[in-house]
């Protein structure tokens, strides 16, 4: 959420930073109204109080003179009432221009490309050589049911379109990618490791960013006592452990690291991927969530998005990395760098990993603060956030960059000791 000071006070600023994104800029005007009319009547509600204030002084000092005062207060008593009327209409619009708020996008920080869409995207670096097949490669759903360790038709005789079953050693890679994953996260890059829960309750969601303007794209569970919402990824809980709570300065940074479920309607998405791992209702993926300081925020976005690559590395898969230009960048984020896998069936790259700073946006919503050493007063954390990486799309990457002629695929070096086999081959 915005600082409403910075859009009351610099709008010609936010309106600018809302035309990079491609958002439409009138959203800010019935925000700006209802903040306008708001303050006119916290003007109106401190005459009224002074005028109260004089009239109590008037009041005690006719009572000490013996006077009649009951003139001054029944009008003391009108005052008084319309004071509380006031109030209650500054409460409601108080309560409209957070819900504006809610919905408008953050601002890009001043080093993101400008762009439309994801076709304005820059490349920052790459790594790793494409392979070049001796034969036609073949997509990973293939690959996969003709192992017999991945079943599409079966998920959906269970669940539905858009379901996997891995089975088998397919059941085996996807655990060993979980395991590998957060042991080089923990062991290696300071991250501790979380458990959450995989349900959440509104406020949780608003904390992020996902509600109300995603809500669409969620799958929630309603119920005569309360409601509750299927994480879309383990941000969610990881950046709400700290809601409404103010830590130490000497606390951060703190990184939080885990592997949930994550479960997305996918609704915008309707005949894009419909075959394969790459866009599930239901898929695992390892989160890596910061909570830093301010001034450290953007080097510790290039250290959470180094360690995302790492994992990469280590597979031996080839990926390059992009910045986000301002129309392509998520609704919370500032900052985006998006890791993209080769696939050789489809010949391209494809996104495996999101690595964003939303400086205190979500801390803002969240009410995520931290106290400095010898100072007063608070000031909101940094959050930042990124896939460590999807474990479903790098199944899939798998499959195809290691595959071989006879259908078989070559087990990544590091991944070995989690598997205890070379390769994975079809079983009669």
């Known amino acids: 959420m915005l600082d409403i000071r910075f859009v009351r006070e610099k709008t010609s600023a936010a309106i600018e930073a809302l035309k990079k994104r491609g958002v439409d800029t009138s959203i800010l005007d019935k925000l700006l109204r209802i903040e306008s009319e708001r303050r006119t009547h916290l003007g109106i509600v401190e005459n009224l109080r002074q005028r109260s204030n004089e009239l109590s002084e008037e009041i005690g000092k006719l009572k000490k003179q013996g006077k009649d005062a009951s003139g001054l207060l029944e009008y003391a008593k009108k005052i008084s009432d319309e004071i509380a009327e006031k109030e209650q ?34 490349e920052i670096r790459s790594f790793g050589e494409i392979s070049c097949f001796p034969f036609n490669p073949k997509n990973h759903w293939e690959i996969g049911e003709n192992l017999g360790i991945l079943d599409f038709e079966r998920a959906g005789k269970i669940a539905g379109a858009r379901f996997s079953l891995c089975k088998g050693l397919g059941a085996r890679l996807e655990r060993a990618l979980i395991n590998f994953m957060l042991d080089l996260h923990t062991n290696e890059f300071g991250y501790t490791e979380v458990f959450p829960p995989i349900l959440v309750n509104k406020d949780s969601m608003t904390g992020t960013g996902q509600l109300p303007k995603f809500e669409y794209d969620l799958f929630k569970i309603e119920n005569e006592d309360s409601n509750f919402y299927l994480i879309p990824t383990a941000e969610v809980p990881l950046t709400n452990i700290y809601r409404n709570e103010i830590l130490k300065e000497e606390e951060l940074p703190i990184y939080y690291t885990a592997c949930t479920p994550c479960f997305r309607r996918e609704a915008g998405s309707y005949g894009k991927d419909t075959r394969g791992l790459i866009r599930q209702h239901q898929f695992n993926k390892v989160e890596l969530v910061k909570f830093v300081k301010p001034e450290d925020s953007y080097n510790e976005l290039e250290s959470l998005t180094n360690n995302a690559e790492e994992v990469l590395k280590r597979l031996g898969l080839p990926y390059r990395v992009v910045a986000l230009c301002t129309g392509d960048l998520g609704f919370a984020s500032a900052k985006t760098y998006d890791i993209e896998v080769w ?14 700073n939303f400086e205190d946006f979500q801390a803002r919503r969240a009410d995520i603060r931290f106290r400095r050493k010898g100072k007063k007063g608070t000031e909101f954390v940094h959050t930042l956030n990124g896939s460590g990486i999807a474990i479903g799309r790098t199944f899939a990457a798998i499959l195809e960059n290691f595959q071989q002629e006879d259908g078989s695929v070559i087990i990544p070096t590091i991944l070995k000791p989690y598997m205890g086999i070379e390769k994975i081959i079809k079983v009669k």
């Open 343 to 356: 696939f050789p069936a489809q010949g391209k790259y494809r996104e495996i990993s999101s690595c964003s």
């Open 89 to 122: 209409h500054m409460r409601g619009l108080e309560n409209q221009a957070v819900h504006e708020l809610l919905l408008i996008p953050n601002i890009p920080h001043e080093s993101v490309p400008t762009g439309k869409d994801d076709t304005d995207n820059v």
